[in-house]
Nanobody
Framework: VQLQASGGGLVQAGGSLRLSCAVS????????LGWFRQAPGKEREFVAA????????YYADSVKGRFTISRDNAKNTMYLQMNSLKPEDTAVYYC?????????????????WGQGTQVTVSS
C-alpha cells in the first residue's frame, strides 16, 4: 500500500485548504485512514480519522468544527477539508492507513504512511 499526500500550501489565517491522499492498492476500502501533523520541534499529533466505509469520523479537539475528513472509495482517495485555518495549524500533514484499528489516535498503530505535505498559515 502506498499513500501520496498533496494539496498543501501557504494560506492566510481564516482561509481554507483541501488535502488529498491517494492510496494505491485494490483493498483501499478495507483500510481505516487518518491524518496526522507535525510542527517543527513538536511530536507528530493526531488530526482526524475515518472508518473503512466512511461512516465514522474522529477529530482532535483542536480541529473539531473546522476540519472535515472524508473518503471516496471509488477513487481510492481520502480528503481533509480545512477551514478557518489558524497559524497554529502550520505543520507537515501526513496521511496514514491501517487495517485493524478504526479511529485510532495513536500513530504507532498505523502501518502505512504518505510522505507529507506542508501547510503554512500566515497571520
Amino acid at each position: 500500500v502506498q499513500l501520496q499526500a498533496s494539496g498543501g500550501g501557504l494560506v492566510q489565517a481564516g482561509g481554507s485548504l483541501r488535502l488529498s491522499c491517494a492510496v494505491s492498492g485494490r483493498t483501499f476500502s478495507m483500510y481505516a485512514l487518518g491524518w496526522f501533523r507535525q510542527a517543527p520541534g513538536k511530536e507528530r499529533e493526531f488530526v482526524a480519522a475515518i472508518s473503512p466505509s466512511g461512516s465514522l469520523t474522529y477529530y482532535a479537539d483542536s480541529v473539531k468544527g473546522r476540519f472535515t475528513i472524508s473518503r471516496d472509495n471509488a477513487k481510492n482517495t481520502m480528503y481533509l477539508q480545512m477551514n478557518s485555518l489558524k497559524p497554529e495549524d502550520t505543520a507537515v500533514y501526513y496521511c496514514a492507513a491501517n487495517a485493524r484499528y478504526t479511529g485510532s489516535r495513536d500513530a504507532v498503530l498505523y502501518d502505512y504512511w504518505g510522505q507529507g505535505t506542508q501547510v503554512t498559515v500566515s497571520s
